[in-house]
């Protein structure tokens, strides 16, 4: 089945560096897109990133630009999210998403708070 796994959250000072992992199984994240969301209590969960199947082509959301990087290894199987210089309003549960034969996959999110 397909599954993902998001991990590498925690507490960042503002400035701090973080690297979010997505684990996928059941499929290879090479042959499918991928996108990294975040949601914050009480507000809509928001696009931050995506990944063609290629790795080729990648997008972000304005307020990241510059900041985080998306990127994958397809020997790991695995999506990342690179985020640098973080900033307060960083702060969110992370999710990883998937589209594999037309279906939309999501892993169960890791926690980044960035505080100081």
């Known amino acids: 089945q397909v599954q993902l796994v998001e991990s590498g959250g925690g507490l960042v000072q503002p400035g701090g560096s973080l690297r979010l992992f997505c684990a996928a199984s059941g499929f290879t994240v090479s042959s499918y897109p991928m996108w990294w969301y975040r949601q914050t209590p009480g507000k809509e969960r928001e696009f931050v990133a995506?990944?063609?199947?290629?790795?080729?082509?990648?997008d972000y959301r304005d307020s990241v630009k510059g900041r985080f990087t998306i990127s994958s290894d397809n020997a790991k199987n695995t999506v990342y999210l690179q985020m640098n210089s973080l900033k307060p309003e960083d702060t969110a549960v992370y999710y990883c998403r998937a589209l594999v034969l037309n279906t939309f996959y999501w892993g169960q999110g890791t926690q980044v708070t960035v505080s100081s």
């Open positions: 995506s990944i063609s199947n290629t790795g080729g082509n990648t």
